[in-house]
T-cell receptor, first 117, second 114 residues
Framework: AQTVTQSQPEMSVQEAETVTLSCTYD???????LFWYKQPPSRQMILVIR??????QNATENRFSVNFQKAAKSFSLKISDSQLGDTAMYFC??????????????FGGGTRLMVKP | NAGVTQTPKFQVLKTGQSMTLQCAQD?????MSWYRQDPGMGLRLIHY???????DQGEVPNGYNVSRSTTEDFPLRLLSAAPSQTSVYFC?????????????FGEGSWLTVV
């Protein structure tokens, strides 16, 4: 079974600065997907960024980028130029290879990020 | 295009009552699933379906039933509600036809059992 660990329950950052959220995972699979989801107070699950394990290049989406270290089983999220709207819970999630009929995402416990003005 | 729609958004139940959380998707996705999120935790899979007429258990299935009579609908039934089922419930769908294994979530249903 897969496990996902987020070791930072809470973090804060000043507006416009950069922050990195940590995530480690444990799996015996060689091919898989990793995700970061943002959950604002409304509880909506918003996909931030996705990484496919067979791709060596780190994924980037505007101000969001990841540092994917497959050998170390590490998947950190970097948020650049932090904005007040980035304040939310952030969940790291692992997904087994394609044709995963159960949509089974294994989630970490989350990191609560507060962006301060 | 509504995506994944859940009803109700909020519900308060008494212990022992039964209820059904509704989920509908209009994207013709093969796969649908239900997750629950307890305070301070990530989501955990309750039940899932790979198509009409086919369902299976996830990580935390006890106390819940599901059925999938159509591609669009995947209701979650609580047969005899318990306070331990107080949680936020998310329905999700996915299709192999959509690149990237994107999972589409509903907006959540907040359930309190007193």
């Amino acid at each position: 079974a897969q496990t996902v660990t987020q070791s930072q329950p809470e973090m804060s950052v000043q507006e416009a600065e950069t922050v990195t959220l940590s995530c480690t995972y444990d799996t015996s699979e060689n091919n898989y997907y990793l995700f970061w989801y943002k959950q604002p107070p409304s509880r909506q699950m918003i996909l931030v960024i996705r990484q496919e394990a067979y791709k060596q290049q780190n994924a980037t989406e505007n101000r969001f980028s990841v540092n994917f270290q497959k050998a170390a089983k590490s998947f950190s999220l970097k948020i650049s130029d932090s904005q007040l709207g980035d304040t939310a819970m952030y969940f790291c999630a692992f997904m087994k290879p394609v044709n995963n009929a159960g949509n089974m995402l294994t989630f970490g416990g989350g990191t609560r990020l507060m962006v301060k003005p | 295009n509504a995506g994944v729609t859940q009803t109700p958004k909020f519900q308060v139940l008494k212990t022992g009552q039964s209820m059904t959380l509704q989920c509908a998707q209009d994207m013709n996705h093969e796969y649908m699933s239900w997750y629950r999120q307890d305070p301070g935790m990530g989501l955990r899979l309750i039940h899932y379906s790979v198509g009409a007429g086919i369902t299976d258990q996830g990580e935390v299935p006890n106390g819940y039933n599901v059925s999938r009579s159509t591609t669009e609908d995947f209701p979650l039934r609580l047969l005899s509600a318990a306070p331990s089922q107080t949680s936020v419930y998310f329905c999700a769908s996915r299709s192999d036809r959509v690149p990237g294994n994107t999972i589409y979530f509903g907006e959540g249903s907040w359930l309190t059992v007193v």
